[in-house]
Antibody
Framework: EAQLVESGGTLVQPGGSLRLSCVAS????????MNWVRQAPGKGLEWIAY????????HYADSVKGRFTISRDNAKSSLYLQMNSLRDDDTAVYYC????????????????WGQGTLVTVSS | QSVLTQPPSVSGAPGQRVTISCTGG?????????VHWFQQLPGTAPKLLIS???NRPSGVSDRFSGSKSGTSASLAITGLQAEDEADYYC???????????FGGGTKLTVL
């Protein structure tokens, strides 16, 4: 069974940095694209970053472009999100999700999701 | 303001049927991109409920069904049960944003 486990969430001050991790198991990690999705307290879901299976291509939502970087280590079955210049409105639960499907990324299905890790940006 | 529009809430009595709508535009649902539905039970992560407009993953009850037409999609839940109380989200791809978009979510209350 495919599983994802995130870690790294904590309280951080505005302007600070943080790196989240997501460890995968139960599937061939190196063959699947991955995503980060976040959910602010009491709010809906927001896709923020995508990375291709090989790590050579990534895409970002405008809300995080230039501040966040998605990366992966296929040898460790791990996905990362480096978050810099954090703002109050980055406070959210951050989920990693596998993007399964063909080479056409628009067809990808987000399944499964991890349990999430909470990032709180506050002074 | 979400790119995909869902009603904030719906409700129904046990055993009843409810539907949740998801309205998009010409750059997402109207462009032919599939819609997917997720169920988020209180305090848990989202779980895939319906993929590619109408497909139920293994283990999902056949009380859940999806449909899509043009710029709109719907999730139907029949034989409502207390355990169906959750938030439901639709999702698709948007080519002008070059990324995935979600609806704002619909809270289902079983009366």
């Amino acid at each position: 069974e495919a599983q994802l486990v995130e870690s790294g969430g904590t309280l951080v001050q505005p302007g600070g940095s943080l790196r989240l991790s997501c460890v995968a198991s139960g599937f061939i990690f190196s063959g699947q694209s991955m995503n980060w999705v976040r959910q602010a307290p009491g709010k809906g879901l927001e896709w923020i970053a995508y990375i291709k299976s090989t790590g050579e291509i990534s895409h970002y939502a405008d809300s995080v472009k230039g501040r966040f970087t998605i990366s992966r280590d296929n040898a460790k079955s791990s996905l990362y999100l480096q978050m810099n210049s954090l703002r109050d409105d980055d406070t959210a639960v951050y989920y990693c999700a596998r993007g399964r499907g063909s080479s056409v990324i628009s067809t990808h299905i987000f399944d499964p999701w991890g349990q999430g890790t909470l990032v709180t940006v506050s002074s | 303001q979400s790119v995909l529009t869902q009603p904030p809430s719906v409700s129904g009595a046990p055993g009843q049927r409810v539907t949740i709508s998801c309205t998009g535009g010409s750059s997402n649902l109207g462009a032919g991109f599939d819609v997917h539905w997720f169920q988020q039970l209180p305090g848990t992560a989202p779980k895939l409920l319906i993929s590619e407009n109408t497909n139920r993953p293994s283990g999902v009850s056949d009380r859940f069904s999806g449909s899509k037409s043009g710029t709109s999609a719907s999730l139907a839940i029949t034989g409502l049960q207390a355990e169906d109380e959750a938030d439901y989200y639709c999702q698709s791809y948007d080519y002008t944003l070059s990324g995935w978009v979600f609806g704002g979510g619909t809270k289902l209350t079983v009366l």
